[in-house]
Every structure is written in structure tokens, then in C-alpha cells.
């Protein structure tokens, strides 16, 4: 299993609407509206490093509103 955090920027005035449908996508355990430089922080999980591209690529990506991602996978130390 792979997790990872996904920072995305959105649209002005779109972070609750993005963070809403993000939520409903399989693989996504978690998004939150935030503040700072992002405006929605996602946790995924995927069962490996393809699966995890495609999840923010295909499905992520996909969302209307947004204009940004940066995926952080976990690293176990």
C-alpha cells in the first residue's frame, strides 16, 4: 500500500467545491480545506506507485477548479 498527500491549488472561490467532489473519489481517505499556498490537502492510498499516478492523474486532476496538485508520497524511515 502507497499514501500519499496531494497539495491542490483551485480556482478562487473553489476550495469547498473541489474538496467535496475529491472526497467522493475511490482512494481518497481524506481532503481538507485549508489555508496557506494550497488550498485543499488530500491523504490517498493506492496499492502501488502506478495505482497512485493514475488515482491523481485521472481522477484528481479531473476534478473542475483545479489549477494545481503536488503529490507527497509517505516514505516509511
Avoid: F, H, W
Amino acid at each position: 500500500m502507497v499514501e500519499a498527500y496531494v497539495l491542490i491549488q483551485t480556482e478562487v472561490g473553489k476550495a469547498a467545491s473541489v474538496a467535496e467532489e475529491v472526497r467522493e473519489i475511490a482512494g481518497v481517505e481524506n481532503a481538507d480545506d485549508v489555508t496557506g499556498p494550497y488550498d485543499v490537502i488530500v491523504k490517498a492510498a493506492a496499492e502501488d506507485v502506478d495505482q497512485l499516478g493514475k488515482l491523481v492523474v485521472a481522477k484528481i486532476q479531473a476534478v473542475p477548479g483545479i489549477t494545481r496538485t503536488l503529490t507527497c508520497p509517505v516514505v516509511n524511515l
